[in-house]
């Protein structure tokens, strides 16, 4: 996905996490940028009409063994280069410069003073400014090629500038929030040193991929797996407007998912995009899968075999068939790829809507893959689809089942989905939906003694869970205003028959996890 037409900025990955963030900061100033391994030869970068190349931080030093390194003929193609942290000490080197090995690693905040030849790089800036530091070598000398243009007390030789080569080096990370005015120098390498123009926007983002999807589907059919989610709801929307009636969308209701969500595809993908949708009703085989069953692995286990036997069924109605449409999103492709020699990318094999097996011979369209999250969001409005469906919180393959501690059974799932639904209107009705991660219902198998009216009574207990977090990976539970979390009790416990307590999960992940199973 690289059109000519389009201004593109090379990030090389010398160390994935920078990498991303760095990518993100460049579309962020109006101009695509794609991340490439540090294996990308200067052909390649000149095939892909590669306009200017960032070189990101990453944990090696250039003393180690197996350091990533780059093609040292990047450097003189006359291509503006912006180095940072261990991509300007692999340029100073590459360039005959002189990298000190550090004991220590000089990490946090630092001043940095900038020098009255601190030229384009710093243009508009102030003479000092905060900028987050995390390294442990630095570059001691450099040749008389390259001239220093800022410098922090510990750190003499902060940003560098060559002298007759459009290279430019900074010890420091304008990437991250801490360096307030880092995104000022990211736009000046972008528009003052490379001249780019900018003004990319999701819009061409949306043309040039249904242009692409086009090209490589031709005239053939594409089916695509709709969970509910927004990833796979935009690949859908997508694939749509490029081949129109060729493609064929399986939803397969598993009779574990949220109140009306099931309604809700269906009525946007069949009633207002006109989308060829077949749904699945196997509610029943999953339930009669389920029965029984107590271990969570073994529930989940259970639902993804059923999962891919619904699915096939349904795949094999639709004839001719050669094309997945998957909504595999850019992090799901990076993580899969080492900046330590890792030959190129390789694509973990994500299925959003649960794990099919290879053996179904599809060739894959993934048109997110360069995309993060909020950016698919973006593309989901673009497109026309619906709030409920851009906006939805993440929520697992299992659904509702890994919400119900010990054994589904239909009952049990209708006090969930009651509760659920519940945890979900308040959170929406009062702004915090959108606040958080996740914000969910879990039905414990706990039965305590309450009293309604003049009566006893013996009934379960509902977790209300509620989440922040940047990636799923690491959580901490929400602190929700009092009333808020007073109208949820209230409401669980009046209106949700068979439940007469309800708690509030403050378990952080780790220890915990954010489901409960
Ligand atoms: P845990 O419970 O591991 O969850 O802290 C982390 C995030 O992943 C979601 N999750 C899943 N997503 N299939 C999915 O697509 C699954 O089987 C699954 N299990 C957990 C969970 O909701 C949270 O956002």
Redesign the pocket.
């Known amino acids: 996905m690289n059109p000519a037409s389009r201004e593109t900025v090379a990030v090389i990955d010398l160390g994935a996490q920078y990498a991303q963030l760095i990518a993100r900061r460049v579309r962020e100033a109006g101009v695509w940028s794609e991340v490439y391994p540090c294996t990308v030869k200067p052909e390649d970068l000149e095939r892909l009409g590669v306009r200017a190349v960032i070189l990101s931080g990453g944990p090696a030093s250039v003393y180690w063994e197996n350091a990533p390194r780059v093609d040292e003929r990047i450097f003189r193609m006359g291509l503006p280069v912006l180095g940072i942290c261990y991509g300007l000490q692999l340029m100073t080197q590459a360039m005959g410069g002189e990298v000190v090995k550090a004991d220590t690693r000089e990490f946090g905040r630092a001043t940095l003073h900038v020098g009255k030849n601190g030229g384009e790089l710093f243009a508009g800036l102030p003479s000092e400014m905060t900028v987050w530091m995390s390294h442990g070598d630095s570059v001691r000398g450099v040749t008389a090629d390259f001239e220093r243009i800022a410098s922090t007390v510990d750190c003499p030789n902060a940003a560098l500038s060559h002298r007759s080569l459009p290279l430019f080096g900074i010890q420091f990370h304008p990437e991250v929030a801490h360096t307030p005015r880092g995104k000022d120098v990211i736009r000046n390498f972008l528009f003052r040193i490379a001249g780019l123009r900018g003004g990319f926007a999701m819009e061409s983002f949306v043309e040039d991929a249904i242009a692409q999807i086009r090209t490589n589907v031709g005239n053939g059919n594409v089916i695509c797996g709709l969970?509910g989610?927004v990833d796979s709801a935009v690949v859908a929307a997508l694939v749509h407007r490029a081949v129109g009636s060729r493609l064929h969308c399986i939803l397969v209701d598993n009779g574990l998912m949220r109140e009306g969500e099931i309604d809700r595809v269906v009525e946007t993908f069949q009633g207002h995009f006109h989308v060829d949708l077949h749904v699945a009703r196997a509610a029943d085989r999953f339930l009669s899968r389920l029965e029984g069953i107590v271990d969570p692995e073994e529930k989940?286990k259970r639902?993804?075999h059923e999962f891919i036997e619904v699915f096939s069924e349904k795949a094999k109605e639709i004839e001719g068939a050669e094309f997945l449409a998957q909504g595999t999103l850019y992090p799901d492709v990076i993580e899969s790829h080492s900046a330590f020699g890792g030959p190129s990318v390789t694509i973990k094999t994500h299925h959003?809507v649960?794990g099919l097996p290879d053996k179904l011979h599809f060739k894959l369209v993934e048109p997110l893959r360069m995309l993060f999250k909020d950016e698919v969001r973006e593309i989901g409005k673009t497109l026309g689809l619906p709030d409920e469906i851009v906006f939805r919180?993440?929520?697992?393959?299992?659904g509702l089942a890994?919400r119900i501690l010990g054994a589904v059974t239909p009952e049990k799932l209708s006090v969930v989905r009651k509760a659920d639904a519940i945890v979900l209107d308040e959170m929406r009705q009062s702004g915090w939906d959108r606040k958080v991660?996740?914000s969910?219902a879990v039905l414990l198998p706990v039965s305590t003694v309450g009293v309604m009216g003049d009566e006893r009574t013996y009934e379960n207990v509902v977790a209300v869970r509620v989440?922040n977090?940047e990636d799923?990976?690491t959580?901490d539970w929400t602190y929700l205003p009092e009333d808020l979390v007073r109208r949820l009790s209230t409401r669980l416990i009046n209106e949700v028959r068979g439940v007469n307590r309800v708690v509030f999960d403050i378990s952080s992940?780790p220890p915990?996890?954010?489901?409960?199973?």
């Open positions: 969970s989610g989940r639902i993804g959003n649960g919180q993440p929520f697992p393959g299992p890994v991660w996740q969910f989440v977090s799923g990976m959580a992940k915990s996890t954010i489901e409960w199973e």
